[in-house]
């Protein structure tokens, strides 16, 4: 597997933690963004197959690097990796057509599950727990 993967976490020790086993298993992961603005420039400059996006961020949340990364690429695959209240997220991401979310506590091994086989019927609808 060589899909590219944007990181966009701002807890810096888990998008550390994370990108070290993505990149174990063989993805490319292509950087590391804090917030949803540096998502967006890296998502420009790099186009990657997948973005792992965090919801609450400082300065610039998840839904607004969400929100931009779709007008860039409507059809950019966007995998929501959030600890937060589930029915409020799927409301906020409803017309953002994203169908995949990773509940916290998430695990590695759930992660790369998705990005492995984005085609797979998650549980719940789309909610990954």
Do not use: W
Not at 12 to 25: G, M, R
Not at 35 to 60: Q, R, S, T
Not at 67 to 79: C, D, E, Q
């Amino acid at each position: 597997m060589n899909e590219s993967i944007l990181v966009v976490e701002d807890n810096i020790d888990l998008a550390e933690c994370v990108c070290e086993y993505l990149t174990i298993k063989k993805f490319n992961v292509i950087g590391t963004a804090h917030n949803g603005l540096e998502a967006i420039e890296l998502y420009k400059k790099h186009e990657p197959d997948f973005v792992l996006m965090d919801i609450l961020m400082p300065e610039y949340d998840g839904y607004y690097g969400i929100k931009h990364i779709k007008k860039i690429n409507s059809y950019a695959k966007i995998v929501i990796l959030t600890g937060c209240d589930i029915k409020e997220v799927q409301e906020k991401i409803k017309p953002l057509n994203l169908p995949i979310l990773v509940k916290d506590p998430h695990s590695l091994k759930q992660i790369e599950k998705v990005l492995r086989n984005t085609n797979t019927v998650i549980k719940k609808n789309g909610i990954l727990t």
